[in-house]
């Protein structure tokens, strides 16, 4: 994996040091998460509280001297948002406005600096995760006011069976729309691991990574 990421970097004219590979442990024990950190990794993602929140604590255990940075990746439910903030320090699926507020009453209450993405829906489905981009200016501006928390950029995850370049391009466009309003909000986390060279060659600080890493998920998680 390190050396694709290289080997996509280079084609780039890209430096490794400016991606963060996130890897994606969703649905593997803490015990995977610690091999890894034995590796030297230390970004991890997860998309669901229920499986995430135990699976920290866990690593906790066996790992006590270990600090990893928790990545929350997937749809974040607003009763999940406090539970999330004990473990996750970047947070990248902000894509509604009750979502923020919930951020905003819960973020003084815990200590340390938080970030995170908004996330884009690229699709014409509004029932979909994430801001519509004629409506990120907006959603943008609620997530400037949180306290104590860093707005990075966007995040998005390019359509099943569409071309992922086209998919990130339109994500290039909304960010340059994003850093009108925030200058510094400039990284990007698109790419995962069907298409993460391709997120590399158009400007990704941030791929999100599963099963390229661990292998296929247990089939009865």
């Known amino acids: 994996m390190l050396a694709r990421i290289a080997s996509a970097c280079l084609a780039s004219g890209r430096n490794e040091s400016d991606v963060e590979l996130v890897a994606i442990t969703k649905n593997h024990p803490a015990e995977v998460v610690a091999e890894l950190v034995d590796l ?9 509280d229920q499986e995430a929140s135990p699976k920290s604590l866990r690593l906790a255990e066996i790992r006590p001297d270990s600090k990893p940075t928790w990545h929350f990746v997937g749809q974040l439910q607003s009763n999940k948002v406090k539970s999330v903030l004990r473990y996750a320090r970047v947070i990248h699926s902000i894509d509604r406005a009750s979502l923020v507020s919930e951020l905003a009453k819960q973020l003084p209450k815990f200590e340390g600096s938080y970030s995170g993405f908004i996330e884009l829906n690229l699709t014409a489905d509004p029932g979909r995760g994430g801001v519509l981009p004629e409506n990120l200016p907006a959603l943008a501006e609620s ?8 707005l990075l950029g966007v ?3 390019a359509g099943l069976g569409e071309d992922p370049k086209a998919e990130f391009e339109k994500v290039l466009t909304a960010s340059r729309k994003l850093q009108e309003l925030a200058p510094s909000a400039n990284q990007l986390s698109i790419g995962m691991s069907e298409d993460f060279e391709v997120a590399i060659a158009l400007g990704a600080t941030h791929i999100r990574v599963g099963s390229a890493i661990t292998g296929p998920r247990p089939t009865n998680a």
């Open 155 to 157: 995040m998005a995850v």
């Open 40 to 48: 030297g990794h230390w970004h991890f993602g997860e998309n669901r």
């Open 143 to 150: 997530v400037l006011n949180l306290e104590n928390f860093e």
